[in-house]
């Protein structure tokens, strides 16, 4: 079993700031790319951030240079840094994470439950 935990979701009013924060626990011998997905009411899921092993770092356009992701291999933690904050940012973020559960298994995709952001305008 592979457990990934959110924090630090909340209420901030636009051009704030709020960090969020993914551990991974559980049965885990390694973890590849891990990620942030965002879901707004009515709209699909998107993703926000994604960054692999070698912190090799991918974004969507509409967070470049206002959203920055990191990673503690050590932890198995991420972290999203989320700064001058729009309206539009306001959805569901979800931690997503690639991993393997020894060595000789394939890689599987796990969710976590996902952390509330809400951007007042």
């Known amino acids: 079993q592979v457990q990934l935990v959110e924090s630090g979701g909340g209420l901030v009013q636009a051009g704030g700031s709020l960090k969020l924060s993914c551990a991974a626990s559980?049965?885990?011998?390694?973890?590849?790319?891990m990620g942030w997905y965002r879901q707004a009411p009515g709209k699909q899921r998107e993703l926000v951030a994604l960054i692999n092993s070698d912190y090799r770092r991918v974004y969507a356009d509409s967070v470049k240079g206002r959203f920055t992701i990191s990673r503690d291999n050590a932890e198995n933690t991420i972290y999203l840094q989320m700064n001058s904050l729009k309206s539009e940012d306001t959805a569901l973020y979800y931690c997503?994470?690639?991993?393997?559960?020894?060595?000789?298994?394939?890689?599987?995709?796990?969710w976590g439950q996902g952390t509330q952001v809400t951007v007042s305008s």
């Open positions: 997503n994470a690639d991993v393997r559960t020894s060595d000789r298994s394939p890689l599987s995709d796990h």
């Open positions: 559980g049965s885990i011998f390694s973890v590849a790319t």
